[in-house]
């Protein structure tokens, strides 16, 4: 089941900030304008929508973060305590039974033919550069030998978290967890199924196989010296530091190229805005989480409601 696990987590990861423009084109929006002032308890950005009776905060996320770091909840709290409840990024799953299932009739999707050394199959420019990431790391070939090229990406790609102890499942899981105390229901804004995509990893061709084990190095080669930076100021609304050292992940560029795999990346955004359009139907607060990338990109969330004529106070207003 591990594989599986890490096949799911190929499809998963990308989703909270799907469907963007390459990252480093740093194609912020210009339409909505976002005021930032030093308040008393420095926190998340927040931005609110609102319809009538309802209103939505948006509190844009960024990941990977330290492990066990220190920021100010209390104005996402004080959100929390009356709202109907809180909307988590969409995102894909695999049951036991259908992992199982997967493994044992289709494990050939997963990984390399007769047991081929994944190295093997890469250029020798991209085999250094991957070895050498490998080697920092402390791990061995064998960790990542059999894996089909996309997966053993992920698994270094894994391991170099670890290593920097960085974590993907935050902030989500401790507004979660917050949430649950207070007694507002949390949800994601929709599920899909990932084992028809995983299915498709064969499809992928020598040079898509390259671009996404190249797209993944570049993620961890930006991550190493911005992840800290991005997380410090995520965590003091400090959104112009944010932006320098934030940028979405160029591996799901990779995943995209995946038959059907680009319709549900679109598909990730389009049911973020009609989870918000759905919200603002209904009397009172709901909070939502957002990747700040899939926010404020231009064409991203925000855009598009305001585009619908919705108001939106931005932070600070």
Same mark, same amino acid.
């Given at each position: 089941?591990?594989?599986?696990?890490?096949?799911?987590?190929?499809?998963?990861?990308?989703?909270?900030?799907?469907?963007?423009? @390459?990252?480093?084109?740093?194609?912020?929006?210009?339409?909505?304008?976002?005021?930032?002032?030093?308040?008393?308890?420095?926190?998340?950005?927040?931005?609110?929508? =609102?319809?009538?009776?309802?209103?939505?905060?948006?509190?844009?996320?960024?990941? @990977?973060?330290?492990?066990?770091?220190?920021?100010?909840?209390?104005?996402?709290?004080?959100?929390?305590?009356?709202? *109907?409840?809180?909307?988590?990024?969409?995102?894909?799953?695999?049951?036991?039974?259908?992992?199982?299932?997967?493994?044992?009739?289709?494990?050939?999707?997963?990984?390399?033919?007769?047991?081929? @050394?994944?190295?093997?199959?890469?250029?020798?420019?991209?085999?250094?550069?991957?070895?050498?990431? *490998?080697?920092?790391?402390?791990?061995?070939?064998? *960790?990542?030998?059999?894996?089909?090229? @996309?997966?053993?990406?992920?698994?270094?790609?894994?391991?170099?978290?670890?290593?920097?102890?960085?974590?993907?499942?935050?902030?989500?899981?401790?507004?979660?967890?917050?949430?649950?105390?207070?007694?507002?229901?949390?949800?994601?804004?929709?599920?899909?199924?990932?084992?028809?995509?995983?299915?498709?990893?064969?499809?992928?061709?020598?040079?898509?196989?390259?671009?996404?084990?190249?797209?993944?190095?570049?993620?961890?080669?930006?991550?190493?010296?911005?992840?800290?930076?991005?997380?410090?100021?995520?965590?003091?609304?400090?959104?112009?530091?944010?932006?320098?050292?934030?940028?979405?992940? =160029?591996?799901?560029?990779?995943?995209?190229?995946?038959?059907?795999?680009?319709?549900?990346?679109? =598909?990730?955004?389009?049911?973020?805005?009609?989870?918000?359009?759905?919200?603002?139907?209904?009397?009172?607060?709901?909070?939502?989480?957002?990747?700040?990338?899939?926010?404020?990109?231009?064409?991203?969330?925000?855009?598009?409601?305001?585009?619908?004529?919705?108001?939106?106070?931005?932070?600070?207003?």
């Amino acid at each position: 089941m591990r594989a599986i696990a890490l096949a799911a987590f190929a499809v998963l990861m990308p989703l909270a900030s799907a469907a963007q423009a @390459p990252p480093d084109e740093q194609d912020w929006s210009q339409g909505i304008e976002t005021v930032v002032v030093t308040a008393h308890r420095p926190g998340p950005l927040m931005w609110t929508v =609102r319809k009538g009776d309802a209103t939505v905060y948006l509190l844009g996320t960024v990941d @990977p973060l330290p492990r066990n770091l220190a920021w100010d909840d209390t104005q996402l709290r004080a959100v929390l305590a009356d709202a *109907r409840q809180l909307l988590l990024p969409a995102g894909a799953s695999v049951g036991i039974a259908e992992g199982l299932w997967f493994l044992a009739w289709h494990s050939h999707d997963i990984y390399l033919p007769d047991e081929t @050394p994944m190295e093997s199959t890469l250029p020798d420019g991209l085999r250094k550069r991957f070895v050498a990431l *490998r080697e920092a790391l402390h791990q061995d070939a064998d *960790r990542y030998a059999g894996l089909r090229v @996309p997966l053993a990406a992920l698994r270094i790609e894994s391991d170099f978290l670890k290593a920097h102890d960085l974590v993907v499942d935050e902030p989500a899981d401790s507004i979660t967890r917050i949430a649950r105390r207070l007694g507002v229901r949390a949800r994601p804004v929709a599920e899909y199924e990932a084992l028809p995509l995983l299915r498709q990893l064969p499809t992928l061709s020598k040079a898509e196989n390259e671009a996404c084990m190249n797209d993944a190095l570049d993620d961890m080669d930006r991550l190493g010296p911005n992840a800290a930076g991005a997380a410090q100021a995520w965590a003091a609304g400090d959104l112009e530091t944010l932006k320098a050292h934030y940028s979405d992940a =160029r591996f799901q560029s990779c995943l995209q190229s995946m038959p059907g795999s680009a319709a549900l990346f679109k =598909r990730a955004v389009n049911d973020s805005v009609g989870a918000v359009n759905e919200a603002l139907a209904v009397p009172g607060k709901t909070v939502m989480l957002v990747s700040i990338g899939q926010l404020l990109k231009k064409e991203g969330i925000l855009d598009r409601l305001a585009a619908q004529g919705l108001s939106i106070a931005v932070p600070g207003s």
